[in-house]
């Protein structure tokens, strides 16, 4: 038979799913897919500021590196105001069942 009570085999699912639920709220997509936009959102701008003009005609006359770098910018921090304003729930305390004596 197996050495773990019912009380063991609960607390470690419980442990688990509070592992579970931090891992979650860690590798939240919206933090990963802000984060990203944000640093290709400055890469692209700052190419954009420093184009020179043979670029900028190239894409009929629009600097289209400022203003793509612009708009990732905004995505990325819109996920991460998004994130910080609705954060991932945290998980339900455990449920203690009562032993009936």
């Known amino acids: ?6 009380r063991d085999v609960q607390r470690e699912v419980s442990e688990l799913q509070q592992k ?3 891992a979650a709220r860690i590798f ?5 897919i802000g984060g990203l936009f944000v640093l290709y959102g400055l890469i692209v ?5 420093v184009d020179d003009q043979a670029a900028i005609d190239k894409a009929q006359g629009v600097n289209i590196n400022l203003w793509t770098g612009l ?9 991460l ?12 305390p455990p449920v203690e069942e009562e032993k009936a004596e």
């Open 1 to 6: 038979m197996s050495d773990y009570s019912e």
């Open 20 to 22: 579970s639920a931090t």
């Open 28 to 32: 939240d997509l919206r933090r990963i």
């Open 45 to 49: 701008g700052i190419t954009g500021l």
């Open 71 to 79: 708009g990732m910018l905004l995505l990325g921090v819109f996920f």
């Open 81 to 92: 105001v998004w994130l910080r304003l609705r954060p991932t729930p945290p998980p339900p």
